[in-house]
């Protein structure tokens, strides 16, 4: 006989879903991360200035972001590229946040600037490359703010999983899994997007699941149809790079959209994500369908 999720999984028992776990929906402000609405967050890779933050808040927005992406601590390939601003950072997304009313996200590095981040964001990134930092997700998952986990560039599922384990473990159940591309052996683009990897964790997980189409494509062409892929394989939302000059952005310009294409981008999506609500709706009309049937065995 096949083995079962739970048994493949049997080190993340809390994140895979059960009769009593069906869906976990994260609260950001007004937001429901996981629910029925889809939540796009967008933004540029690295804060850089008051200017090029404010800009792109407003024009995210008026093209439907929800929440605003902007990395004040930035984990690089190079140690000679720019590291991001810090707190300085932390206040200008702040600044954004009160202006436009926009949720934030950003990522934390290091255990020691939990409190830090936490102080300023809605949602704390933990980055790909930190996705195994146990001692981070323990901080990250004890400052109470929800959590968005990107998968490890070599992370297995597993791998994933046991890391999203390790935050529910803390006490902390507002986890939402991001896939932002994996290595393989293809070298066309900067990672391999897995699809199949989004639509098996919406099938076997309760958390919310939003696809990073940016980092998985590594240039902006191809950004559209990997949010769309994203989209079709069940993700909960879309985590977007986006600067108002990408060609002079001061980190991962070469794979983020413009403002113009950002909101092409977005029309365009359109379609597709109201396909995503009518799945939706069927999925709990099964739900109420079983929920009957089960009704009606126990009182037969
Ligand atoms: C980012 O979101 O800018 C980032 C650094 O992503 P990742 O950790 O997926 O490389
Ligand atoms: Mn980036």
């Not at 999984?9 to 007004?30: H, M, Q, S, Y």
């Not at 964790?201 to 559209?224: N, Y």
């Not at 394989?233 to 950002?262: I, K, R, T």
Request: charged letters at 25%; hydrophobic letters at 45%; a negative charge.
């Amino acid at each position: 006989m096949r083995e079962s999720w739970q048994e493949r999984f049997a080190e993340a028992p809390d994140v895979l879903l059960d009769a009593r776990r069906r869906r976990t929906i994260v609260p950001v402000l007004d937001l429901a991360v996981g629910g029925d609405d889809f939540v796009t967050m967008a933004g540029p890779c690295s804060v850089e200035t008051e200017q090029q933050l404010m800009a792109t808040a407003y024009r995210v927005r008026n093209a439907g972001a929800r929440v605003l992406r902007g990395g004040a601590f930035k984990p690089r390939s190079s140690p000679y590229a720019f590291q991001g601003l810090g707190r300085e950072g932390l206040k200008l997304l702040a600044a954004a946040r009160e202006e436009t009313g926009l949720a934030i996200v950003t990522e934390v590095m290091s255990e020691c600037d939990v409190p830090l981040v936490a102080e300023y964001a809605d949602i704390l990134q933990i980055g790909s490359r930190s996705m195994e930092n146990y001692a981070l997700l323990e901080a990250a998952a004890r400052s109470g703010r929800p959590i968005l986990l990107k998968r490890g560039m070599m992370a297995s599922i597993a791998d994933f999983l046991r890391s999203a384990q390790v935050i529910l473990s803390d006490g902390n159940p507002n986890v939402i899994l991001c896939e932002r591309g994996i290595r393989t052996f293809e070298t066309a683009m900067r990672n391999t997007f897995d699809a199949a990897g989004i639509a098996l964790l919406k099938q076997i997980t309760h958390l919310p699941v939003i696809a990073d189409p940016s980092h998985a494509a590594g240039f902006r062409e191809l950004v559209p149809a990997l949010a769309r892929i994203g989209i079709a394989a069940g993700a909960d939302g879309l985590l977007v790079e986006v600067h108002p000059d990408p060609d002079n952005a001061w980190s991962d310009g070469e794979q983020s959209l413009d403002f113009e294409g950002f909101a092409a981008m977005m029309a365009e999506l359109e379609p597709w994500i109201a396909l995503r609500g009518a799945g939706l709706h069927e999925e709990n009309l099964e739900q109420t369908d079983s929920r009957k049937s089960r009704l009606a065995e126990a009182t037969a």
